[in-house]
C-alpha cells in the first residue's frame, strides 16, 4: 500500500523507521560495475536477491501526491516483491523534516527527489548521500551529475513561465513578457508559489539580475497568493478564482490541458525559470539494494519516459523525447543560475524579499 502525505508520516514512520545508524555499504568509485545485469529495460548493479528481501522503498518527494503513487506504482509492478511508500512535501519543508531527523538519528528515507539545487549541495556537504554509480548514467550530460559521480544526478528539467485561463484573458490581453506580469491589471487576481519553492526561489535570483529589486517591489504591490503545490495555483487559475499563474508550472499546464482544462501557457521572452529535478540515495537507508534497483529503473529511458508521461517534465537525458504536448528542451529559453554555490548563498535575502512580496511573515 502507498502512503502519502506529512499528515500520514507517523504511520510510515512505524512501519519502516530505523533509529540510529545503519551500516551503509561501501562507497562506490567513479565508475559503474563490472558486469552490470540486464534487466527489463534498464541495467543495474544492484542486488536484486537483496533488494526484493529488503521489501520496501521509501521515498522522500516534492512532487504532487498523486504523481508521486503513480511512479511508486510502476515500480511496485516491475518488483512485485517490494512494498513502496513515499512521503510528499514542498522541497523546503521536505529538507527541514529530513536535516530534522537526521538530527535525531532516524533514519527512514532511502531514495531522495528535490527541486532546490541548493538543499542538493548542502546535503552532499553534510555527506547526506551514498555514492552509487548508476549503469544507466551514461545517457546523461557530466554537469547534470555530482562531482564525484554517483551521489545525485538531474531526473527532469522543471520549468516555468506564466499561465492564464482563455475564459478570463484574451489571447491579446495575455502578458508577454515577466515585465508585463506587473501590469496593476493583475492585482488581486495573481498567484505564486511560497518561499519554500525550490523554482520560485530560481525566477527570483534569475528576474532580479535582469530588472533589479524593484521588480519585486512593484510585483508586491498586486498582492500575489502564495501556495505550497503548483495544483494549488493552476485549481485556482481554472476555478476562476485567479486569472493569472506567475511561476506558473510548465508541466502543470500540459497535465491540465490533457484534461481540458481552460488554460494557456506563455513562453516569456526573458525565458523560463528552470530548477532541476534531482535524485540519489541517502547515506544510511534503511534500504540500501532496494534503493540502488530504483535508481536504475528510474534513469534509464524506459524510467525516464514512464517519469516524463506520468509529470510532463522534460528529461536530461540525451535519448529521451519530450512529454506528450510539450516542446524539446532545445526549443525553449531558460534561466537558471551559472552559480549555483551564489545562489545557495542567496537563501537568506530570496526568503526575506518573497515573504514580503506574498505578505507572509
Known sequence: MIRSGF?????????VLVAGAVARPAAAADAVCAKPRQMDGF???????????EGNLVLYSPDPEELSAKLMAAFHDAFPKITTNFIRLQTGALY?????????KVFQVDVLQLTDMGYVLDFQKKDGYVQYVSPEMDAYKADNMSTPKGYWTWSSYIMAGLAYNPKLVKPEDAPKSWKDALDPKWKGVINTKTVTSGLQHV??????KIYGDQ?????????PRGFDSYVQQFDRMISGQDTIAFTGQYSAYLLAKAKGAPVEFVFPEEGLATTPGVVGIVADAPHPNAAQLFMDWFLSL???KLYDEITSLNSPRNDAPPPPGGKPLDHVKLLYPSDWQDF???????AKVWNKVTGAR
Request: glycine share 4%; with cysteine; proline share 2%.
Open 302 to 304: 524506459k524510467g525516464q
Open 96 to 104: 527541514q523534516k529530513l536535516m530534522t531527523e537526521r538530527r535525531a
Open 7 to 15: 499528515g500520514r508520516a507517523a504511520v510510515l514512520a512505524a512501519c
Open 43 to 53: 541495467r543495474t548493479c544492484a542486488d536484486v536477491e537483496k533488494a526484493e528481501q
Open 215 to 223: 521588480y519585486f517591489d512593484k510585483l508586491a504591490e498586486l498582492q
Open 203 to 208: 525566477a527570483w535570483y534569475e528576474l532580479k
Open 344 to 350: 545557495l548563498a542567496s537563501r537568506p535575502e530570496f
